[in-house]
C-alpha cells in the first residue's frame, strides 16, 4: 500500500493551507493509500544551526518529523505565500530532516519521493508564486515534484467554520491532485 505523509506549511490554528492539504488528503485515501496528516508546528525545534547540530545532535522533534518523511512513500504539501516564497516553518523543517544521521543515505527523507504540491491564499493568485519555489526545492532535495499543482485563491472565503469547502470544483482538483500522487506512486513500486 502507497504511504503519503500530508501537512501545511503553516503553523496558523485555522490555515487554509491545513484545510486545502486535509481535502487533497482525502483524495488520496479514497484512492487507497494510507494518508497521515501532521501539523508542523507540532515538531518544534531551534532554527537551523550546524554549530548547534554538532554540539547537541539531530533534536528530538526534527528526528521525528524526518523519520516520517523516510518512512512514507510521497508528500501533499500545501504552503502558504510569505513574500513570494514559502515559512521559516517549514523552511527550518526542512533544512533539519535533509541532515544526515548515522549510516543513512544521503538525503534519505527525500531521494526517491513524489510530492504533490498546492498553495491557498486569500488573494487573487491563490499563492501561485510559492508554488515555484517550492517545486524548485524538493527537486533540488531529490524528490519528483508531480507537474499538476493547484493553487486555491479567495481561499478564506471557501471553508466555514468547520473547514469544509463550499466550491465544488477546487474540491474536486484538490481530491484529483491527492489520487494522482496514489497513481503516481503506484506504478512507480510497480
Keep these: ?41 507540532d515538531f518544534v525545534m531551534p532554527i537551523f544551526n550546524e554549530d548547534l547540530e554538532a554540539e547537541q545532535g539531530m533534536p528530538v522533534a526534527a528526528q521525528a518529523f524526518k523519520e516520517l518523511l523516510i518512512n512514507h512513500d510521497g508528500f501533499l504539501i500545501s504552503s502558504p505565500e510569505y513574500n513570494s516564497s514559502y515559512s521559516g516553518l517549514f523552511k527550518n523543517a526542512i533544512d533539519w530532516a535533509s541532515r544526515r544521521t548515522g549510516d543513512e543515505a544521503p538525503m534519505a527523507a527525500y531521494r526517491g519521493k513524489v510530492a504533490a504540491i498546492m498553495a491557498a491564499s486569500p488573494g487573487g493568485l491563490g499563492g501561485m508564486r510559492v508554488l515555484v519555489v517550492l517545486r524548485m526545492l524538493m527537486e533540488n532535495l531529490g524528490t519528483m515534484v508531480l507537474p499538476n499543482q493547484k493553487a486555491v485563491s ?12 463550499s466550491d465544488e470544483k477546487t474540491e474536486k482538483a484538490l481530491k484529483a491532485l491527492g489520487k494522482e500522487l496514489v497513481d503516481t506512486l503506484t506504478k512507480l513500486k510497480g
Excluded: C, H, P, Y
Excluded at 492539504?21 to 485515501?29: D, E, M, P, S
Excluded at 479514497?30 to 496528516?37: D, L, R
Excluded at 479567495?154 to 469547502?165: E, L, P, Q, R, S
Design 154 to 165: 479567495g481561499a478564506f472565503a471557501m471553508f466555514d467554520g468547520d473547514g469544509n469547502i
Design 1 to 41: 500500500m502507497v504511504k503519503i505523509l500530508a501537512f501545511a506549511g503553516s503553523g496558523r490554528k485555522d490555515s487554509v493551507n491545513k484545510k486545502v492539504v486535509a481535502i487533497a488528503a482525502k483524495g488520496a485515501q479514497e484512492a487507497g493509500a494510507e494518508v497521515t496528516i501532521i501539523n508542523l508546528e
